[in-house]
């Protein structure tokens, strides 16, 4: 009798720490993801505080290009709201329309070699190149998170835990059409 008591005393101590351990493994792929998630969010928040540098040496020589500069400040104004939305499909749309009012605003400034020519500009564009160059790293390592996440949530044993450690699939970072290949810029 006292055997038996032992063995569903071990069973039972067996299964909270297996159900701790699922919770926990969740948990944890569940914060990865998050942060990776917030690792785009900085670079698209990089990019639009870049902006209205770019707008103002170039509008010093394009003054005419109204449209160009209220497209990327529309674009910047959007990205810095999906910055805070939960949405991935709504910082992905937001992504495409900088990349588009950046490709505008960078055909405006190719018109202009004294521009092209200045050191300020010029650190502008670099310190923008690295941060486009950064921005699909961070999609990608979202996505790998993402996927990572999904998988547990999805398999057994860990999918019987995901209700009680509040954790769901997410969605992928996936660009908008014509939106998988960074904006050709020439200068």
């Known amino acids: 009798m006292i055997w038996a008591i032992i063995a569903i005393v071990v069973i039972v101590v067996l299964l909270a720490v297996f159900a701790m351990v699922g919770f926990n493994k969740l948990r944890k792929a569940d914060i990865v993801a998050q942060e990776a998630l917030g690792g785009i969010d900085v670079q698209l928040t990089r990019r639009a505080d870049l902006i209205p540098n770019l707008v103002n040496s170039v509008k010093g020589y ?3 290009e109204a449209g160009v500069f209220e497209a990327v400040t ?3 104004a959007t990205v810095q709201n999906a910055a805070h939305a939960p949405s991935v499909a709504q910082k992905a749309a937001a992504d495409a329309q900088m990349s588009g009012a950046l490709g505008r ?3 405006v400034a190719e018109n202009y070699p004294q521009l092209q020519a200045s050191a300020n500009f010029q650190s502008l564009q670099t310190e923008l ?3 486009e160059n ?3 790293f961070a999609r990608q390592y ?3 998170a993402t996927s990572r996440l999904n998988q ?3 398999t ?4 019987f835990f995901k209700g009680m450690a509040s954790v769901g699939t997410r969605e992928f970072y996936q660009a908008p059409a014509g939106q998988q290949q960074p904006p050709q810029v020439q200068f």
């Open 62 to 64: 394009a003054a005419h």
């Open 74 to 76: 529309a674009a910047r």
């Open 105 to 107: 605003l960078f055909a």
């Open 129 to 131: 190149a690295d941060t």
């Open 134 to 136: 950064k921005l699909p």
């Open 142 to 144: 979202y996505n790998d």
């Open 152 to 154: 547990l949530v999805q």
């Open 156 to 159: 057994i044993p860990w999918m």
